[in-house]
């Protein structure tokens, strides 16, 4: 998995999105150390992880970054929290501080979007492949797909190159979005489609190994 001393050819920088719990981590967790934990905590902040790979005789370093909506809500009402302490000067703690956070101000709803904006940008910025993925087994999270394309038709490249993962394969039992569905629904879109279980191991090479191929024959 990956060996230091190699010189690189490429750096792809691609990144995870999609909602909460659907299995972004574990999937990453599955492609750069081939590890899947079953109680993976939510994901704080934003992180990445490489793995250097060959194709076509040449070594790509993949830089896989990971993150999610709700992660970055949570950053958000951090940021919130610290406003008031800064700005409203309440203590943490303090009643006054609960209840100002249940009433917020326009003024700060303007600076959390600011800020929220800044910290999406920088997810986003030199990002040439992206990863959208859904829970095969919560109906909602693919219905949440178009809005998670709007924000990358927004702030990524418009050249940049999009896989649908249909996660958690291995549940099938409780599947709740059939593949047809999502088949048409790709097609319309332009999308890459696969279906992965990253706790089976089941397609995630090839998840990642269809962007990384379509980025490289892009760039040569
Ligand atoms: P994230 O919030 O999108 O990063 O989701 P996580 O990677 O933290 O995964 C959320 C939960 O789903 C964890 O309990 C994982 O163990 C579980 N999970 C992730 N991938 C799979 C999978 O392929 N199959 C099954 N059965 N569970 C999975
Ligand atoms: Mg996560």
């Known amino acids: 998995y990956g ?4 010189k690189i050819d490429y750096v792809f920088k691609v990144v995870l999105i999609g909602d909460s719990a659907v299995g972004k981590s574990q999937i990453l967790a599955r492609f750069a150390r081939n590890e899947f934990s079953l109680d993976s905590k939510a994901t704080i902040g934003v992180e990445f992880q490489t793995r250097t790979l060959v194709i076509d005789h040449k070594s790509v370093k993949a830089q896989i970054w990971d993150t999610a909506g709700q992660e970055r809500f949570n ?6 929290r610290l406003f008031m302490v800064i700005h409203v000067k309440v203590d943490l703690d303090s009643r006054l ?5 249940g009433d917020v101000s326009s003024v700060l709803m303007l600076w959390l979007e600011k800020r929220y904006r800044a910290v999406t940008s920088a997810y986003y910025r030199g990002a040439v492949g992206a990863m959208l993925v859904y829970d095969i087994t919560k109906r909602q999270t693919f219905d949440h797909i178009p809005r998670w394309l709007e924000e990358l038709r927004s702030h990524a490249d418009k050249n940049i190159v999009i896989i ?3 996660n958690k394969s291995d549940l099938e039992d409780q599947r709740a979005v059939p593949t047809e569905d999502v088949n048409e629904f790709a097609q319309k879109e332009g ?3 696969l279906e992965t279980s990253a706790l089976q191991a089941t397609n995630v090479e090839s998840a990642f190994m269809t962007v990384l191929t379509e980025i490289f024959n892009i760039v040569n």
Request: charged share 10%; proline share 0%; hydrophobic share 65%.
């Open 75 to 80: 950053v958000m009402m951090l940021d919130m």
């Open 3 to 6: 060996d230091a001393s190699q």
């Open 191 to 193: 999308l890459f489609f």
């Open 97 to 101: 501080c609960q209840a100002v956070m």
């Open 164 to 166: 649908l993962i249909g």
